[in-house]
């Protein structure tokens, strides 16, 4: 792994301390981390995110375990992950790939993309803890609404093409899909993510339904939760942060 330098380095100089498990503050440290966006919208907006968030310490697949770990850390008891789906309170221990575990969920499908395990498969921004059986059930479809409930994690729905996940976490999905496309432009030999609003894109580079996706965004805001996951990211792994977590208004000024 690399060292932290450029601009991370330089915001962390001038950041103010913040403790782990309590809400992050959208004041000065991240008006100093994003700098040079004032005024922007649209495509030089998202060129300005791009170059700001890629300035990143690249983890292992291997080391994601004890990413999500710290990252999805039930608030209520230590010794546990909340599950993305299901929302279930887990054993951090209840990891791996047998009925009954958790494992690394890539909310952007790999295979939309085909980027493996390796830079934007290893980025902890999108790979939540979930149950093995319901990762399966969600596969590599698109993201909208409808379907059938999913066993193993209420509120949730699929069909043959898309999964909707539970009300709570809509705006969480939103947001680390709207992260990777503006992290991921095919400037690291890996594809340029897109989103775009359909269903079904299998192995192209692109994830949907960004209309439904703003839909989401907007009416699931930005949590706690969501806010310490960010912060944690930021200070203890890869030191960048998702953008749309700091600042939600910036996914109309892209996608709107």
Do not use: C
């Not at 203890?236 to 942060?241: A, E, G, L, V």
Request: charged share 25%; hydrophobic share 30%; net charge negative.
């Amino acid at each position: 792994m690399r060292t932290r330098t450029g601009r991370w380095l330089a915001v962390a100089l001038t950041a103010t301390v913040v403790v782990v498990g309590a809400p992050a503050s959208a004041e000065a440290p991240f008006d100093d981390y994003y700098s040079g966006t004032e005024g922007l919208t649209g495509e030089a907006l998202k060129d300005a995110l791009h170059d700001i968030i890629s300035d990143a310490e690249q983890l292992s697949y291997g080391e994601i375990w004890d990413g999500i770990k710290a990252t999805d850390e039930d608030p209520a008891n230590p010794n546990n992950v909340v599950l993305l789906y299901s929302g279930e309170s887990r054993s951090k221990n209840s990891n791996g790939g047998n009925v009954g575990d958790w494992n690394r969920e890539h909310v952007w499908a790999k295979s939309h993309g085909g980027f493996g395990t390796s830079g934007p498969g290893a980025d902890l921004h999108h790979l939540r803890p979930t149950d093995v059986q319901v990762n399966s059930i969600r596969g590599n479809k698109d993201f909208d609404n409808g379907g059938d409930p999913v066993d193993g994690a209420p509120d949730n729905y699929t069909d043959n093409d898309s999964f909707e996940p539970r009300d709570e976490v809509k705006g969480d999905v939103a947001r680390m899909l709207m992260y990777m496309a503006v992290r991921y432009e095919g400037n690291d030999g890996y594809s340029d993510l897109e989103l775009n609003d359909q269903v079904g894109n299998g192995s192209a580079p692109y994830h949907g339904r960004i209309s439904v996706l703003l839909e989401w965004h907007e009416a699931d805001p930005v949590d706690d939760f969501e806010r310490n996951r960010n912060e944690v990211i930021y200070e203890q792994f890869q030191h960048n942060r998702n953008p749309f977590i700091d600042h939600p208004e910036w996914a109309g000024e892209i996608w709107g």
